[in-house]
């Protein structure tokens, strides 16, 4: 059975930083790409961030580059978000995704889910 769970959400102030973490299990974690995904309050819809393919190569939504650094570690089964200089408009539920052989992207989504950890950046 596949889970994916993240954490490291939390209330952080305009400017600030977190780190977020995804740990996979049920799968063979080196032979997924893995994404980021961020549902703003309000919203039905849930909007590429970042994504690291199986060979590590990264992705980034414009709103994000430059501030966002996707990575991961197949050793630990583990996808991080670094979030630095974050925004008021940075808040969301942030979900991480695991795609086979793939890689997330605003187009194309796996089929595995994690439960969404809460960041809150405040002005």
């Known amino acids: 059975q596949v889970q994916l769970v993240e954490s490291g959400g939390g209330l952080v102030q305009a400017g600030g930083s977190l780190r977020l973490s995804c740990a996979a299990s049920?799968?063979?974690?080196?032979?997924?790409?893995m994404g980021w995904f961020r549902q703003a309050p309000a919203s039905k819809e849930r909007l590429f961030s970042a994504a690291i393919s199986p060979s590590g190569s990264t992705y980034y939504a414009d709103s994000v580059k430059g501030r966002f650094t996707i990575s991961r570690d197949n050793a630990k089964n583990t996808v991080y978000l670094q979030m630095n200089s974050l925004k008021p408009e940075d808040t969301a539920v942030y979900y991480c995704?695991?795609?086979?052989?793939?890689?997330?992207?605003?187009?194309?989504?796996?089929?595995?889910w994690g439960q969404g950890t809460q960041v809150t950046v405040s002005s």
């Open positions: 049920g799968l063979t974690f080196s032979n997924y790409g």
């Open positions: 995704n695991a795609d086979y052989y793939r890689t997330p992207s605003a187009r194309v989504r796996g089929g595995y």
